[in-house]
T-cell receptor, first 115, second 116 residues
Framework: AQKVTQAQTEISVVEKEDVTLDCVYETRDTTYYLFWYKQPPSGELVFLIRRNSFDEQNEISGRYSWNFQKSTSSFNFTITASQVVDSAVYFCALSAPNTGNQFYFGTGTSLTVIP | NAGVTQTPKFQVLKTGQSMTLQCAQDMNHEYMSWYRQDPGMGLRLIHYSVGAGITDQGEVPNGYNVSRSTTEDFPLRLLSAAPSQTSVYFC???????????????FGEGSWLTVV
């Protein structure tokens, strides 16, 4: 069975602090994909990153970085020098071809950046 | 680029009424799906389709119907609305073709539905 757990329900940080959002996944598939999506207060879901199970290289995009560790089944997301515009709900998701490419979402982490 | 377009954005229904949420995508994606988002529960899959003429149930299909007569369109029908169906609904699509964009899911802007 596929499962994504985001244990942090809500996080508050002061602007310019770094923050890490945790994501732990469960799957028996050897080929799978991991994603992060951002949902700002306006409500839309914005794609941030996609990682496949064979690529464990960490990725950095501006202030965003992602740490994928298969050994711990984690795909954590770090925002460096947070800004008020980072305030949003962030979802981690898992997809696997062997399960019809269905997406399994975590329950989301609500991040509030305080100015 | 239009991407995934869903309508209406807001709707208020009375219990027992029926309605259809429309979803269209212009990316020639094979895979389309509907999710509902409720507080503290993330996104839950209602129905999905891997191509025209093919649909299947997700995690929470009861009270909803779908059809996929074309690649572009994937409407979601509420047969007899209930207050428990008050939620935010997202349509999404994804390519199943081999390539860099495979499996990346793109969402519509959401439909806020209230059943009173």
């Amino acid at each position: 069975a596929q499962k994504v757990t985001q244990a942090q329900t809500e996080i508050s940080v002061v602007e310019k602090e770094d923050v890490t959002l945790d994501c732990v996944y469960e799957t028996r598939d050897t080929t799978y994909y991991l994603f992060w999506y951002k949902q700002p207060p306006s409500g839309e879901l914005v794609f941030l990153i996609r990682r496949n199970s064979f690529d464990e290289q960490n990725e950095i995009s501006g202030r965003y970085s992602w740490n994928f560790q298969k050994s711990t089944s984690s795909f954590n997301f770090t925002i460096t020098a947070s800004q008020v515009v980072d305030s949003a709900v962030y979802f981690c998701a898992l997809s696997a071809p062997n399960t019809g490419n269905q997406f399994y979402f975590g329950t989301g982490t609500s991040l509030t950046v305080i100015p | 680029n239009a991407g995934v377009t869903q309508t209406p954005k807001f709707q208020v229904l009375k219990t027992g009424q029926s309605m259809t949420l429309q979803c269209a995508q212009d990316m020639n994606h094979e895979y389309m799906s509907w999710y509902r988002q409720d507080p503290g529960m993330g996104l839950r899959l209602i129905h999905y389709s891997v191509g025209a003429g093919i649909t299947d149930q997700g995690e929470v299909p009861n009270g909803y119907n779908v059809s996929r007569s074309t690649t572009e369109d994937f409407p979601l029908r509420l047969l007899s609305a209930a207050p428990s169906q008050t939620s935010v609904y997202f349509c999404a699509s994804s390519s199943l073709a081999i390539g860099q964009r495979r499996n990346t899911i793109y969402f519509g802007e959401g439909s806020w539905l209230t059943v009173v």
